[in-house]
């Protein structure tokens, strides 16, 4: 999972704002959802990072969770995953 960054103007929408897993098809209806609302004139910059920032919050803690309660979740390698994941919500 990447947390990409905007530069200058630029809205980040969709994959751009969020990396998802990229043979679900969340991700596609997220893009167009983000694109509907980025267009919107009425949207405010702030809305846009918000949402974006809701949606990494929510995406972070369902693996957390999934991570949490799987089979091989004392395993050290999975371990270290969750760590990396409550860490990149932390910065």
């Given at each position: ?5 905007a530069?200058?103007?630029?809205v ?10 990229a043979?679900?098809?969340?991700g ?7 694109a509907c ?26 693996l ?10 004392a395993e ?14 932390v910065?």
């Amino acid at each position: 999972m990447a947390f990409p960054v905007a530069a200058g103007a630029a809205v980040p929408i969709g994959d751009a704002a969020l990396t998802r897993d990229a043979l679900a098809s969340q991700g596609t209806a997220i893009t167009l959802s983000d694109a509907c609302q980025a267009a919107d004139p009425r949207t405010a910059d702030a809305e846009l990072s918000a949402r974006c920032a809701d949606a990494r919050g929510r995406h972070v803690r369902h693996l957390d969770e999934m991570l949490r309660t799987c089979r091989y979740a004392a395993e050290p390698t999975w371990e270290a995953y969750r760590r990396s994941l409550r860490d990149s919500v932390v910065r």
